[in-house]
Nanobody, 129 residues
Framework: VQLQASGGGLVQAGDSLRLSCAAS????????VGWFRQAPGKEREFVSG????????YFADSVKGRFTISRDNAKKLLYLQMDNLKPEDTAVYYC???????????????????????WGQGTQVTVSS
């Protein structure tokens, strides 16, 4: 299983970016996805998650109302649309997958990086003020 994240860049506060995550053809047939981020000197933190069907979506309080998550299962693509970016959104962003049943339903498991089996390499997002 390989995950390839892309779409990061250097933007100004208030701008938008759309991150993409491409899953390889060997990715398990049913998996939930999480987006995490890690800023220098900080722990990796949960940003958003989406169930396999796309019906259930979750967001960290810090990004609610600004970020949108979606997926295209036919193309094995995941997206994180980030609007109204703030300097505190600066971090390396990672996509990750899990096949653990109901992993995203539990507030504790969905934000725990250990819940996720496979990780992309990360894409840098830098927001200047």
């Amino acid at each position: 299983v390989q995950l390839q994240a892309s779409g990061g860049g250097l933007v100004q506060a208030g701008d938008s970016l759309r991150l993409s995550c491409a899953a390889s053809e060997h990715t398990p047939s049913r998996y939930a996805v999480g987006w995490f981020r890690q800023a220098p000197g900080k722990e990796r933190e949960f940003v958003s998650g989406i169930s396999y069907t796309g019906d259930a979506k979750y967001f960290a309080d810090s990004v609610k109302g600004r970020f949108t998550i979606s997926r295209d299962n036919a193309k094995k693509l995941l997206y994180l649309q980030m609007d109204n970016l703030k300097p505190e959104d600066t971090a390396v962003y990672y996509c990750a997958t899990t096949t653990a049943p109901f992993a995203l339903l539990n507030p504790q498991t969905r934000v725990n990086p250990r819940t996720y089996d496979y990780w992309g390499q990360g894409t840098q997002v830098t927001v200047s003020s």
